[in-house]
């Protein structure tokens, strides 16, 4: 049964009403629900569902780690609100994370630092820190919600014995329009393969196009595949519009199957072909050197654009940046970026045969 305090069902309200941390007096944050599944609360924005019977998957869907990207937190809200009804009945542990609430009230990215920067020890916070005598002077919110949703991922992870499926997507939305609507970014896996069943469940996700990282990151996505060994996606889906004026039917094929995925309904996948994706990998990133940085195309350029040989791209004090190869196709440009962050991608068309399984 649902707590006095939760009986709208409406998590991801008390989350925004509660945006840094839950009040210190609510109770309970543990609850059962008539058809049998455990609800906890571990922070705010966190909650995680075990059913009464579940599967081999340990799923995290992760949405709002950039505060203005909405579509993914009206679709995670959405998937909440129907479990805490009895509306879907999991099949499955589900972990939902709503990353930064502070900055989705604000209708911004992030208020200081962007989020998807500070995964894997990025944000600064050994392990022996108790992150909550840590003072916005020292170290922002950010930062710190960072070391938090390491802490949940590995909790949930780590709860149930070892050898089950874990799987990881952060859902995002493009500053920017795209030349592919949707596309996923799959993080770099040291020489592992990459996994056809997940290239086909994210095409059933109508995602066929993928950046294959070829390095290390900073994002939730590696630190999910490289700390936990999850199959993690950076899923962007569409462009970011103010909350609740998103066309949601745009992301109908995403929420469909994600619900699907949770609650052990079917989803019809085709086996992986190659040919039916269009895969990227990086070819080199830009990162800004000076203030003086500036970009050469305009503002309202896709992703996934392609230029002619030569064409200036970026300037940075005296360094040009141009085109280098035929095919090569821009991604995530933004001048807007603190110095030595990456200001845009360079890509490239790969073949991965042979590297799947
Ligand atoms: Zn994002």
Not at 53 to 75: F, R
Not at 80 to 92: A, C, G, K, T
Not at 105 to 128: P, Q, T, V, Y
Not at 242 to 248: K, Q, S
Request: overall charge negative; glycine content about 6%.
């Amino acid at each position: 049964m649902l707590p006095a305090w939760l009986s709208s069902a409406d998590f991801l309200a008390f989350t925004l009403a509660n945006p840094e941390q839950l009040p210190s007096d609510l109770q309970p944050l543990t609850f059962q629900l008539k058809n049998g599944t455990d609800c906890q609360i571990w922070d705010t924005g966190i909650i995680c569902f075990t059913p009464q019977t579940y599967g081999n998957n340990d799923i995290v869907l992760s949405c709002g780690v950039h505060g203005n990207e909405t579509a993914p937190i009206e679709i995670c809200a959405a998937l909440v609100q129907d479990i805490l009804l009895e509306r879907l009945q999991l099949s499955e542990r589900v972990l939902f994370l709503f990353g930064n609430p502070p900055a989705i009230n604000a209708g911004k990215r992030e208020l200081i630092d962007n989020m998807n920067r500070f995964f894997s020890g990025a944000h600064g916070i050994s392990n022996d820190r108790d992150i909550d005598a840590i003072t916005d002077v020292e170290i922002s919110f950010e930062k710190r919600r960072c070391a938090r949703l390491e802490q949940y991922v590995s909790r949930f992870y780590q709860a149930v014995p070892a050898g089950r499926e874990r799987c990881l997507y952060d859902l995002h939305t493009a500053i920017r329009g795209s030349q592919f609507e949707k596309f996923a970014v799959y993080p770099f896996l040291h020489g592992k393969p990459w996994s056809e069943a997940q290239f086909s469940l994210l095409a059933a996700c109508d995602i066929p196009c993928f950046l294959l990282m070829q390095t290390p990151a900073t994002t939730f996505s590696y630190y999910a595949a490289q700390t936990h060994g999850a199959h993690a996606f950076t899923l962007e889906l569409g462009k970011a519009r103010p909350l609740g004026e998103n066309d949601m039917s745009r992301f109908a094929k995403v929420a469909d199957t994600l619900r699907a995925l949770i609650s052990g309904a079917d989803i019809t996948t085709k086996p992986f072909v190659e040919t039916d994706f269009q895969l990227f990998e990086v070819y080199r990133a830009i990162n800004k050197q000076t203030e003086a940085f500036e970009l050469c195309f305009a503002t309202s350029i896709e992703n996934f654009t392609q230029l002619p040989l030569g064409t200036l791209l970026a300037k940075d004090a005296d360094i040009e940046y141009r085109v280098e190869q035929p095919g090569e196709a821009i991604i995530f440009p933004n001048a807007n970026v603190a110095l030595g962050q990456r200001a845009m991608l360079m890509v490239k068309p790969v073949s991965i045969i042979g590297q799947t399984a």
